[in-house]
């Protein structure tokens, strides 16, 4: 009995001072091989989908083939060529909503489009237009109109009710030339 404890003895001392190190740093590592290919294959994964499926889907059903592609660098030359022009509409003046009538906006717009019938075309419709940025600023209550950005979101809002009213992406930008409220 005494020699199979000092057989034993040796074995188990070096299994438990120099053979027990290896053997944590194998399995920590094994224990995290799950993790560090998943964060590693994950986003080669999401760029593949999005590039090689979803994309090509995207513009399939949107039309926007080679054809497209050609189409907006044909826009960008006739916006080079055809000039900028302006039409103001003056003196929307509305109640503020919710202020029961004691408050009031007035706001002076100035649109402009690239399209050469492009003063003719507000023009004939100058009441029409009036009437619909009467009817949008209508709507802002005071702390709408006091949030920060409220301007930009108004011409962005205006752009989109112009343009619908319209019939075309005639009105490319608006400029508020005059913003009071009293």
């Not at 000039?83 to 003046?93: A, C, D, F, S």
Request: aromatic content about 4%.
């Amino acid at each position: 009995m005494a020699a199979n404890r000092l057989e034993n003895a040796p074995a188990e001392a070096p299994a438990k001072g120099g053979g027990a190190a290896p053997a944590p740093k194998a399995s920590a590592l094994q224990a995290w091989l799950p993790a560090i290919v998943t964060i590693i294959l994950m986003p080669v994964l999401a760029f593949c989908t999005t590039q090689f499926l979803l994309l090509p889907k995207l513009q399939k059903a949107l039309g926007a083939g080679a054809a497209a592609q050609e189409e907006p660098a044909t826009d960008k030359k006739k916006q080079e060529k055809t000039p900028r022009q302006t039409v103001q509409l003056n003196k929307v003046l509305v109640n503020v909503a919710g202020s029961v009538g004691t408050r009031y906006l007035m706001a002076n717009y100035t649109l402009v489009g690239t399209a050469p019938d492009f003063k003719d075309r507000i023009e004939a419709n100058r009441d029409m237009l009036l009437d619909l940025a009467a009817g949008v600023m209508s709507t802002k209550t005071i702390s709408d109109l006091e949030k920060p950005g409220a301007r930009n979101l108004i011409r962005n809002e205006l752009i989109s009710v112009f343009n619908n009213a319209l019939g075309a992406n005639l009105v490319k930008e608006i400029y508020i030339t005059e913003f009071a409220i009293q």
